[in-house]
């Protein structure tokens, strides 16, 4: 299969490169908008990797991708909060199946609605949200409460190394809804609340407590829906420099009383500002789903999943849901056809090896219950 990846050569995407581009079953396109790059990086992979030139603000885009022949474009050029669905359009009208890595919640929550039409008359397959969330997230719920009789509450925190890559269109797109207010469904209604604001403590089993604050991700809304009767979700992030997460506390409240009022704008100079604080940190990242509920024997129960990532591997993590559904589709697996958010298409087992590759270690532990339809704060 020929494989597109859009932003190839980016912090995601060269991951994804790299990673299927020793795949027999793939020939391998890295696309962006600086030929050298992708050539170079493409060179770099060897195999049957090569570079092209494509830009997807462009009006021949649809032309681009039928010319190139791709099976399967995989869209990594983020941030996704702001964009609208002329890519996935594009690659509906080229007649190739769809990927993506979106964490933007209107993006991925609206997504299905909006592109279903499009593919099931193309006959392929589109999947927004291949990322760590919806897509790990969702597997590690669905494992965590195998057999369980109801779910009250899901509480996610991801929990980054400071010394990992990051990206600065990342950032911006984080700092988009920085103390703007959040829908987030809290004792079995909706409410709203401040992005970044508030931070809390969060405890990992490999790694030092942090302090988490609320981000606004599709989660908070797919899993509502998803999880009949669950009563809270929420999901945090948790900086591992305390002056770090200080600071986005500080733009939320900013934000908040009127005088901030672009954060995303500031994105270019946090993002250089970010290397100063590498020395404070470390190359330990991770993150822990922690639910709660009536388990198959009808007793109340508390579990938690935590994944360690050292040596900076954390964002490998983001790559590896569109890395696994790429090898699906390449294989000649099926896929179900149509517009998807990337919820319950991978189960956490197919994560592991990809763990193993990395190193990372997970944890699962029984941390007891606080009572009956005491949903998490």
């Excluded at 009789?149 to 700092?175: F, H, K, M, N, Y």
Aim: with cysteine; glycine share 12%; charged share 20%.
């Amino acid at each position: 299969m020929k494989i597109l990846v859009l932003g190839g050569y980016g912090n995601f995407g060269a991951r994804i490169c790299r990673a299927l581009a020793t795949d027999e079953d793939i020939e391998l396109m890295i696309g962006g908008r600086d030929l050298r790059r992708a050539s170079s990086l493409a060179q770099s992979l060897g195999g049957s990797s090569r570079g092209v030139r494509i830009d997807v603000q462009a009006g021949d885009l649809v032309e681009c991708l039928r010319s190139l022949g791709a099976g399967l474009v995989i869209h990594t050029a983020g941030p996704f909060q702001n964009q609208d669905y002329r890519v996935p359009h594009a690659v509906a009208a080229s007649g190739a199946h769809y990927i993506d890595l979106a964490d933007g919640r209107r993006f991925v929550c609206d997504f299905p609605a909006a592109l279903d039409a499009a593919f099931r008359s193309a006959g392929r397959t589109a999947i927004a949200g291949a990322s760590t969330v919806p897509a790990l997230s969702s597997a590690v719920v669905d494992d965590l409460t195998e057999g369980w009789r109801s779910i009250w509450s899901i509480d996610t925190c991801i929990a980054p190394a400071q010394g990992a890559p990051r990206g600065e269109a990342t950032l911006a797109g984080v700092l988009a809804y920085c103390g703007e207010p959040v829908q987030v469904w809290h004792r079995g209604e909706w409410t709203g609340r401040p992005g970044w604001a508030h931070p809390t403590t969060v405890r990992f089993a490999r790694m030092k407590p942090r302090r988490g604050a609320l981000c606004d991700i599709p989660d908070l809304e797919l899993f509502p829906a998803r999880y009949a009767g669950v009563q809270s979700v929420m999901f945090r992030a948790a900086l591992e420099v305390s002056l770090a997460q200080h600071a986005f506390a500080f733009m939320a409240f900013m934000r908040r009383v009127g005088l901030l009022r672009a954060p995303q704008k500031l994105a270019p100079l946090l993002h250089s500002a970010g290397g100063v604080l590498d020395a404070l940190g470390t190359a330990l990242g991770g993150m822990v789903v922690r639910v709660e509920g009536m388990d198959a024997r009808g007793a109340a129960a508390r579990r938690a999943w935590h994944i360690a990532a050292d040596g900076n591997h954390g964002p490998e993590i983001p790559c590896m849901a569109a890395i696994l559904l790429a090898r699906r589709l390449a294989r000649g697996d099926a896929l179900p056809i149509g517009a998807h958010a990337c919820a319950g298409l991978l189960t956490l087992p197919e994560f592991e090896p990809e763990f193993a590759r990395w190193g990372m270690v997970t944890d699962v532990i029984d941390e007891g219950a606080r009572g009956h339809g005491t949903p998490a704060p």
